[in-house]
């Protein structure tokens, strides 16, 4: 008999792929068949304490088909997660969902996200980290990776290591950091998509905020506005150690 058991991972629906279901599949068969072929011993669909009118029209019909699926809200989302369960968020706040973003470990947990239109930094998340788009059934692209360049690779996550918790990449050390990082990669000619670097730093780990402030930096500093910084922090020679740790990397 053939395992139709998935592996663990990350999911998601669009709202325009929502939508388009009603032509090709229903909502609640694709979300469904996510749930029956959990690799997981606990189930859990979370929703949101407004009871949206698709809440109300979809979880019915997952339950019918899943009946051992627990009904949760969204704002237990971080830790239905974390304890090892498989869960599926219809249409997270935008509060719920960074909470969940910047919380969970893409590498071991098992969720899928139905997403509203406008959810752009979320949706990101999912794609920097190979999220199966629904119902396609097809891992996001991760082209990305390698049309940043080399040496940037290698400088964006020294960047987050002095990284203030507090107040992430728009105060103190992490800005000085970050600003001095991408002015460097910059006037010594080093190009890439804003896209493609914004998916890269969310793959390092970095915070839907600190993406944010990062989109931000590199358009002003592309714009040739001045950014105020602290002293420089970065080393004399670090550019070259940068280029020798790439191409380490490229082998």
Known sequence: MTDLTR???LSYVSWNDW?????????????????ETSPRPVQSVLVSSQGTDIEQEVVP???????????????NGVLTVTSGASVLALFPEEKVAEAMVDAVDPTSADLCITLWPGFDDLEMWLQAHGAVQLPSGMPADQ?????VPA??????????EVMD?????KHG????QIVQTLQLLHDNGYRYEPQDLELYAYRLGYRQRDVRQIRDYVQRIRQGRRIVTGANRLRTNILDMWIAEAESLNG
């Open 143 to 147: 082209s990305y990776v390698e049309r």
């Open 7 to 9: 592996t663990p991972g």
């Open 151 to 160: 040496v940037v690779r290698v400088a964006l996550p020294h960047a987050g």
């Open 61 to 75: 019909g997952i339950l019918a088909c899943c009946p051992d699926v627990s009904v949760g809200a969204l704002a």
């Open 19 to 35: 939508v388009a279901m009603g032509q090709q599949r229903s909502a609640v068969g694709c979300l469904a068949e996510w749930l």
């Open 165 to 169: 918790q507090a107040s992430g990449l």
């Open 173 to 176: 050390r992490g800005k000085d």
